[in-house]
């Protein structure tokens, strides 16, 4: 069974940062490129960045490149989200996952709170 857990999200002001972290399941974990996503009110679960396997491929949202850094560590099966420079519409519920269309997956963790308000 997969095993999702994303944590470090927050209460923040706009410009301020976040790490969030999700352990995940090691051989889940080692057979594929692994994505973060949120998902805010009221919207659709939406897609913010990607890493593949080896950390090699990184791809990043529009509206998040250049403030937010995905990695991962593979000695801890765990990737991680940092989040520079936040905006008010980055308030959301964040969660990790494969790396795919995330209307294609059927199981999700917790996620992670992240709030950027005044």
């Known amino acids: 069974q997969v095993h999702l857990v994303e944590s470090g999200g927050g209460s923040v002001r706009p410009g301020g940062s976040l790490r969030l972290s999700c352990l995940v399941s090691q051989s889940f974990f080692a057979a594929n490129a692994m994505a973060w996503y949120r998902q805010s009110p009221g919207k659709e679960r939406e897609f913010v960045a990607a890493i593949d396997t080896d950390g090699d491929l990184i791809e990043y949202a529009d509206y998040v490149k250049g403030r937010f850094t995905i990695s991962r560590d593979s000695a801890l099966s765990t990737v991680y989200l940092q989040m520079n420079n936040l905006k008010f519409d980055d308030t959301a519920v964040y969660y990790c996952?494969?790396?795919?269309?995330?209307?294609?997956?059927?199981?999700w963790g917790k996620g992670t709170l992240v709030t950027v308000s005044v």
């Open positions: 996952n494969r790396a795919t269309d995330p209307r294609a997956l059927d199981y």
